[in-house]
């Protein structure tokens, strides 16, 4: 961490609010971009938001100043973690819903999509978040694995383990699509 981020830091826990804004200046693009990785570009940014509300909240239990990008992807990534876990609850109970026949699709606007997106789409969200996270940048942003590994604060090996595990679960899961596909 650079000398002035680490002042920004520091003043921060001091009370500045002045020097967190511009840690959000700083950090939003890193954030962004991991929080994007895992749940997409729809809620990112309500991920990261989520992110920095907490660091400001528990900025005083940093321990060590030196750790706080460490500490804030973590932040991110549980952020969005759990718009993950909510989005998958509120699948579910529209699935069950849709099921049973209780709303009706077209008045209700819902729209089933029957398309090769939407069910990549939908299998993205089964995977692990470190997986998502790694094939999103790796595919749709295109990055490196060191940028990877960058962004997900890991390292390039631990990138390879989780794209290749991934794509190996996507591959099993399309399968069977793509054969009752006409």
């Known amino acids: 961490m650079d000398t002035e981020t680490r002042a920004l830091v520091e003043q921060a826990r001091a009370g500045s609010k002045a020097a967190f804004g511009s840690i959000v200046d700083r950090f939003k693009g890193r954030a962004l971009a991991i929080a994007a990785a895992l749940v997409g570009g729809d809620e990112a940014e ?8 907490h ?22 990534m549980n952020a969005a973690r759990d718009r993950l876990r909510r989005r998958r609850r509120e699948r579910a109970r529209l699935g069950d819903l849709l099921s049973r026949g209780t ?17 990549v789409e939908a299998l993205l969200d089964e995977l692990e978040p470190e997986q998502r996270a790694a094939l999103a940048l790796r595919l749709y942003d295109e990055r490196s694995y060191r940028e ?3 962004s997900l604060a890991t390292s390039e090996a631990s990138v390879r ?18 054969k009752a596909a006409p």
């Open 46 to 53: 309500d991920a990261a938001q989520e992110a920095f509300i």
């Open 55 to 76: 660091a400001y909240r528990a900025l005083s239990t940093l321990r060590e100043v030196e750790s706080f990008p460490a500490w804030l992807h973590g932040l991110v």
């Open 103 to 119: 709303i009706d699709r077209r008045r209700e606007g819902i729209a089933v999509r029957g398309d090769l997106e939407s069910v």
């Open 148 to 150: 990877i590994a960058e």
């Open 161 to 178: 383990g989780l794209l290749y595990r991934g794509m190996k679960r996507l591959r099993e899961r399309l399968a069977p699509v793509l």
